[in-house]
């Protein structure tokens, strides 16, 4: 008896052994060609990888990517015991999301768009584990895999409005715990001294961290969609909230110590320690409502595809990433048209300016061609800035991070603003900076094959419609700047004026060049 039993023990571990072996076989394969896959998507996209690997490198609000990996790798190590029991079925809805994600990455090439290209490479990873596994498998580990659209430098565009919002929570703090300020955009005085709230003041490296770190606590915490949606709000408001605190306890400790304390050293270490504090609070009430773990459902009979069908949804999906950037590779070897010379007709009999006054000075290194001017206007002075793009490539762009209007940091940035619409006038963006006590307004607006918007993607779907209608990809920024030693709105009055009376030209000037009408070399 006790023979027959060890034997049954034996046969059912056996079975047992032979039964995990079989699992283990069969997500070798699949998992073997999703590899392969992603290593054509990257292989690809190989500049644009390169790209997001340097903004980890060098941009501290980007510092975690390689945590992202590890977080990611970590959380799929995780579903293994699910995998295990499914059965893999390549799958032509995540093969069609496949070419989709690759065609807007096509879009985004054409157009040099960085950040569309790079998440559309994240969906192509994504779906190719959908396109190849199937879609019990996707479903298992498309929470995981989510996670790698953390890894895409993104959220910059923020760091104006959250530098406003900064200055003014610290303001409004100021005067509620009665002390007088004087407030003029990011820059204002107190009795003991004047304060700025620059770049690093912003708090984007606390929300883009602790946007990444919430979104991994509530996928590990929570399984209900309500409170991870909470937890994910919770992990937006709270660094904005603890950097507002921290600028108002850095500015009250320095008053109160008569600028001995709350500068320097001390200013970044208190920054982090309020950050460290609110993120653990967060956690520790978050996790009082923690949802129980859901149970791993038992190994079901697998019914597995053939391995033809694996490879054959291989051999396809590695052809879409090929196809795509070839595609965009042939766009980008189109004949190229001449250099265009700017003749800016309607501003060439204004008085020109000779003042000795140090000016902002905006860098667009990519541009073609561009024309500054110094005039005088209503005796004032007045900067005008034209760069004109053609034959648009990655880094050489109307749009791109190289860009500045002013690049020395010699200026203070006071304030980002809007210019309402006026006739004949559009919208235009306003940067208003502060030296020695003299203001400078920068109104910019960018030009787009007759089209005016200071939006950064409306301006690139504007370009993408004009290449489509087979009207090239001529665009243009144009700044105006004027100055006042009075007052920022002072100086802000006189570049709406100047626009006014001379923006229509300076379109109808772009336009005629866009057409032909200024070609040979540039000067």
């Known amino acids: 008896m006790s023979f027959i039993n060890n034997s049954s023990g034996n046969a059912a571990g056996a079975l047992s052994s032979g039964a995990a072996g079989q699992r283990g076989g069969a997500l070798l394969l699949p998992l073997l060609v999703v590899l392969l896959v ?172 602790s ?29 904005l909230i603890a950097n507002w605190v921290r600028a108002y306890v850095i500015v009250m400790v320095a008053h109160l110590t008569e600028n001995e304390w709350g500068l320097g050293l001390s200013h970044l270490a208190l920054g982090w320690v309020i950050f460290g504090v609110a993120v653990f609070a967060g956690f520790a009430v978050g996790v009082r409502w923690r949802d129980p773990v859901p149970e791993v459902p038992p190994p079901q009979n697998m019914r597995l595809a053939s391995a033809a069908s694996f490879l054959g949804m291989g051999v396809l999906a590695v052809a879409v990433p ?35 006054d140090e000016g902002v000075r905006p860098i667009f290194p990519g541009a073609r061609v561009s024309y500054e001017r110094r005039f005088v206007y209503r ?69 787009v094959n007759g089209m005016l918007t200071t939006n950064d993607s409306l301006s690139k779907l504007l370009e993408l419609a004009s290449r489509l209608r087979g009207r090239g990809d001529d665009a243009a920024v144009i700044a105006i700047t004027a100055y006042s030693r009075e007052s920022l709105a002072d100086a802000r009055k006189i570049a709406e004026a100047f626009a006014d009376e001379h923006m229509a030209g300076i379109a109808a000037d772009l336009e005629r060049i866009a057409t032909g009408g200024d070609t040979g070399e540039a000067r």
């Open 38 to 209: 992603w290593a054509a998507i990257l292989f690809s996209f190989r500049t644009q990888v390169a790209l997001v690997l340097e903004a980890w490198e060098t941009l501290p609000s980007h510092a975690h990517g390689y945590v992202v990996l590890l977080v990611v790798a970590y959380l799929l190590w995780t579903k293994h015991a699910m995998l295990s029991g499914i059965g893999f079925r390549p799958s032509w809805r995540g093969f069609a999301l496949l070419v989709l994600s690759g065609l807007v990455a096509f879009l985004g090439e054409t157009v040099a768009v960085a950040a569309v290209v790079q998440f559309s490479i994240v969906l192509m990873l994504i779906f190719a584990v959908w396109a190849v596994m199937g879609d019990k498998a996707f479903l298992t580990v498309r929470g995981p895999l989510a996670f790698l659209l953390f890894a895409v430098p993104f959220g910059h565009e923020v760091l104006p409005d959250l530098m406003n919002w900064t200055a003014d929570a610290t303001v409004l703090a100021l005067r509620y715990s009665g002390v007088p300020v004087f407030q003029e955009g990011r820059n204002f005085v107190i009795p003991s001294g004047r304060w700025s709230v620059v770049e690093a003041c912003g708090g984007i490296r606390y929300l883009l961290t």
């Open 211 to 239: 946007v990444f770190i919430g979104a991994v606590f509530a996928y590990l915490t929570y399984t209900r969609t309500h409170k991870r949606v909470l937890f994910m709000v919770w992990s937006v408001l709270m660094p």
């Open 322 to 356: 090929f196809s795509w950037h070839y595609g965009a590779v042939q766009m980008e070897n189109l004949p190229l048209r001449s250099m265009p010379v700017l003749h800016m007709e309607s501003l060439a009999a204004l008085e020109h300016g000779s003042s000795a």
């Open 379 to 447: 005796a004032h002075q007045i900067d005008v800035f034209v760069a004109y793009f053609r034959n648009q490539r990655q880094g050489v762009e109307l749009v791109s991070v190289n860009n500045a209007y002013e690049p020395t940091k010699d200026w203070s940035w006071a304030a980002s603003a809007r210019s309402p619409a006026r006739a004949g006038v559009p919208e235009m963006g306003v940067e208003a900076y502060l030296k020695n006590g003299r203001h400078a307004a920068l109104h910019h607006v960018y030009w």
